[in-house]
């Protein structure tokens, strides 16, 4: 079974600095691109960040640019995403997601709560 | 950026009966390699988004053949042949051809 499990969420102050992270298991994590996707409170999806299979490949939204970083070691199944800077804007639930484009190539996380707030 | 635009962004529904989203991009969505990547996704209330459709049409393992996706270039559109209750949540179309990626407002599929 295809399982994302993201950890790391939580109360912050406007400034300050989160690291999330994502564990993967049940497909070949290390062949894969994956996601960073988040979601305000009561909103839509907006997309966050990419990384590809090997770390060579790296986009950010513009509203991220900067204060974020994707990474991913493929060794532990993980991937992460250091958030630095944080804002009042940046509060949102954080879903790590693949997908990929063949049937069954996508799955999303539970997701992590993210709360900047002083 | 692309934008992705839905409608409507409400539908009630009633059970049995036919829905249709519509999704329009600012852009075309055929990438250089051929392939036209949009997705659509279902959230329902309380979970994490699932995708039922990529590259328009194609649809994912486990989903109901009630769901179908079409169109082309700029204009998508999802359709749920026979609503049922299992259906209510929100819809979202998404492209992967450019970059940022970027999702429509999500369309909320209710019961009447």
């Known amino acids: 079974e295809v399982q994302l499990v993201e950890s790391g969420g939580g109360l912050v102050q406007p400034g300050g600095s989160l690291r999330l992270s994502c564990a993967a298991s049940?497909?070949?994590?290390?062949?894969?691109?994956m996601n960073w996707v988040r979601q305000a409170p009561g909103k839509g999806l907006e997309w966050v960040s990419y990384?590809?299979?090997?770390?060579?490949?790296?986009k950010y939204a513009d509203s991220v640019k900067g204060r974020f970083t994707i990474s991913r070691d493929n060794a532990k199944n993980s991937l992460y995403l250091q958030m630095n800077s944080l804002r009042a804007e940046d509060t949102a639930t954080y879903y790590c997601?693949?997908?990929?484009?063949?049937?069954?190539?996508?799955?999303w996380g539970q997701g992590t709560p993210v709360t900047v707030s002083s | 950026d692309v934008v992705m635009t839905q409608s409507p962004l409400s539908l009630p529904v009633t059970l049995g009966q036919p829905a249709s989203i519509s999704c329009r991009s600012s852009?075309?969505?055929?990438?250089?390699?051929?392939?036209?990547?949009l997705n659509w996704f279902q959230q329902r209330p309380g979970q994490s988004p699932r995708r039922l459709i990529y590259?328009?049409?194609n649809r994912d393992s486990g989903v109901p053949d009630r769901f179908s996706g079409s169109g082309s270039g700029t204009d998508f559109t999802l359709k749920i042949s026979r609503v049922e209750a299992d259906d209510v949540g929100v819809y979202y179309c998404?492209?992967?051809?450019?970059?940022?990626?970027?999702f429509g407002q999500g369309t909320k599929v209710e019961i009447k």
């Open positions: 997601a693949r997908w990929g484009y063949s049937s069954g190539g996508s799955s």
């Open positions: 049940g497909f070949t994590f290390s062949s894969e691109s």
């Open positions: 990384i590809n299979s090997t770390s060579s490949v790296i």
């Open positions: 852009q075309s969505l055929v990438h250089s390699d051929g392939n036209t990547y």
């Open positions: 590259k328009v049409s």
């Open positions: 998404m492209q992967g051809t450019h970059w940022p990626r970027t």
